[in-house]
């Protein structure tokens, strides 16, 4: 697939309707840094510290988002440091950043769910608002923010206990025109390995799949991991940021489409049939072979109980590096070439 075609710079874009008062833009060319509330009573005591850019020209409204695991941070700090230095008269468009989406998951320090209620916020979306406190926070999210936005850069990386190599996924949900959109949002972020997910697919209730239904094209990017706050993970989110709002027209220089990324036709997730300690014998980016090792699960005497083999030929994307593996415990998430 060919790189993507970057749009008329004058392009005009649809009227914003950000709808949430509590989301406030400040005059055009400059910054706003502000504190999201949102009227629900699960969520009344909380405040998301965000930040809403007005460029100095017309054009389109972009969102930002990291932490909706709360323990991936090299995405936060590329946030924070992204709204922090961009420059509103180079600006074309807005941009509303939100640097952490699961407090409650960053203040406990939880990988995957949130401490609230247990579920994974990327798992509950487009949410409920009748729900537990996540299920309220994906909704809101999608009324208050997302549907003020032309597009989502949902930023991601490997979890407390998960490397990967850096990929990108997209929600294709037959909704053509966003679907494309999507696709050259991805490209244009320029990550080596990229998963378009269709909307039967296993990976449900994400942030980019909600926005894709409201018409929002959106990415999800991954680099980076194992709780670590990489200075390299966080350069490459700014520079895929950076390729992203040239892309859209939002900044003045030219747009040069990175190297074509490996595209994969599923995403296929390992697991454990039951608990024990792991030791693996792949990394992320190895490519495997359907019946290749992954490794090897063994009991509390060091007896092995068995082999974890792949179930198909691809690369790996990201692994758990951890070797405590509950019942039904994830091991690897593999790109099928």
Known sequence: MGGPVRPA??????????????VTFPAPSHRRQGLLTFDH????????????????HDGPTL??????????????????????????????????AIPVVNLPAFHGRTP???PKDGKNLNRVFPGDPSGTYTQALAHHLVEGVYRGSDALLDLHCGDLVEDLAPFSIIHEVGRQETDRKSMELALAYGLPHLIPVADAGGLTGTTISAAARIGVPGVVPEIGGIGQLQSDAVTQHLEGLNRALLYLGMLDGEYVPPPAPALYREFRWVRTQR???????????????AGGSLGTLIDPWGEPINEI????????????????MADDGLITGIGVV
């Open 309 to 324: 083999t792949s179930p198909v030929d691809g690369v790996v994307l990201f692994v758990t590096t951890s070797p405590a």
């Open 41 to 56: 009573p699960l969520l009344a005591d909380d405040r998301w510290p965000y930040t809403t850019i007005s460029g100095a």
């Open 63 to 96: 969102c930002i988002t990291a932490g909706i695991h709360g323990a991936e941070y090299p995405p936060i700090d590329a946030v924070m440091r992204f709204a922090r230095d961009l420059d509103p008269a180079r600006l074309h468009g807005r941009v509303v």
């Open 9 to 22: 710079h004058r392009r005009k874009w649809g009227t914003p309707i950000m709808t949430d008062a509590a």
């Open 112 to 114: 995957f769910l949130c």
């Open 275 to 289: 608990g024990g300690f792991f030791r693996k014998s792949v990394s992320a980016g190895d490519p495997v072979r």
